[in-house]
């Protein structure tokens, strides 16, 4: 009989930034694919959001992820817009950025308990893009 090892506060930590460093890898490569860069972007940060809300054990439907997404306001929306630009140097790092930056704004949302008040959660997405 196997016992299955609970995950301790630090390792859920530590696996979100996981979470949010391999989304941000993955937009890094996404971002520069011809004509569905931005719409692929987009589904990867959908997933990762949900992959963080099963990390906490939360379900969370892609409504629920795309409002967040949309409460982040107009910042995240030009930035993602900045990777329909076809220039990899520009495209790239801010692809990277912008994803590293939601996973870390979803991630401090879910530990919160997803309230509806998402100003706070600005905050975090602003000062993990820098």
């Known amino acids: 009989m196997t016992e299955e090892k609970e995950l301790q506060p630090v390792d859920i930590e530590w696996e979100a930034e996981k979470i949010c460093r391999w989304g941000a890898a993955r937009a890094g490569v996404i971002v520069v694919a011809p004509l569905v860069g931005t719409m692929a972007l987009m589904a990867n940060e959908v997933y990762m959001i949900m992959r963080l809300g099963e990390l906490r054990g939360v379900k969370l439907e892609e409504s629920t992820v795309l409002g967040l997404l949309t409460s982040l ?58």
């Open 73 to 130: 306001g107009a910042t995240f929306v030009g930035q993602t817009l900045v990777t329909l630009i076809p220039i990899a140097p520009i495209q790239v790092p801010v692809g990277v950025s912008v994803t590293y930056a939601v996973g870390k704004a979803a991630n401090a949302w879910i530990k919160a308990g997803r309230p509806e008040d998402v100003a706070a959660f600005r905050e975090v997405y602003e000062s993990a893009r820098k």
